[in-house]
């Protein structure tokens, strides 16, 4: 059981290094609309799809192909295409000394519309399960084979901490992000760096995965 737990550990840490900084950059966007609940939820909700998928590939039961997971990395890229061009529009708003009546009129029914929607379903929960999956896509290749050869009670040990090292995660982005450097950095290049940190991770996995050769 403890070799389990060990074994458990180092493959969480190895496979998810990299996942500590995007957990910051999401912490460092925390405000009206980002929540902290929508990153721990989110996080969770992400990372435990990668361990059901990689379960369900051990145990021959995927009908998923596991060889194209690389493509998900598209869902970063256009976050971040998605955030510079939401910052871009918002300067141009800013910019402007008076909006159109109807143009003002419309976003403040898009906006109630959204209020209302978000009371049952938080879309940025979504984006950060999202990125999850697809930041974690090169781990199916760590954890498929190492199920592979356990047994039912160590893939439940595995599970549980595999599970509990995701909240530490959270805990060690959310401090990450408290950084006065980190988060002085953040807030004052968000518009660009912000975009370009998501853009790169996504090209990163579709890169590392392999499925553009």
Known sequence: MLGTV???????IGTNVDDTFVLAVWFAQVGERLKRRDIIFGQFLGFEILVLVSVL???GLSFLPTDQVGWLGVIPIFIGVRRWW????ARQIKSETEAPRRTVQAQARLETKLAHLGKWFRPQLLSVALVTISNGAGNLTVYIPLFTEYSVSELVITIIVFTIMTGVWCYIGYRIAGLPYVKTKLERYEAILIPVIFIAIGIYVLVESGVLT
């Open 57 to 59: 590939a051990a145990y």
């Open 6 to 12: 060990i074994t458990s550990i180092m493959s969480f």
């Open 86 to 89: 939401t910052h871009r529009f």
